[in-house]
């Protein structure tokens, strides 16, 4: 394994990144089940 520091400015794109990402999912989810 490397040892890399982890950069928290870019921690904290991605889990921005990737909660969008799950809210998107959500609202398509719940979109499709009314239709």
Not at 4 to 22: G, Q, S, V, W
Request: glycine share 0%; proline share 3%; charged share 30%.
């Amino acid at each position: 394994m490397r040892n890399r520091k982890t950069d928290p400015f870019l921690l904290e794109i991605f889990k921005n990144a990737f909660d969008t990402i799950a809210d998107e999912m959500t609202l398509t989810i719940v979109r499709t089940a009314y239709s």
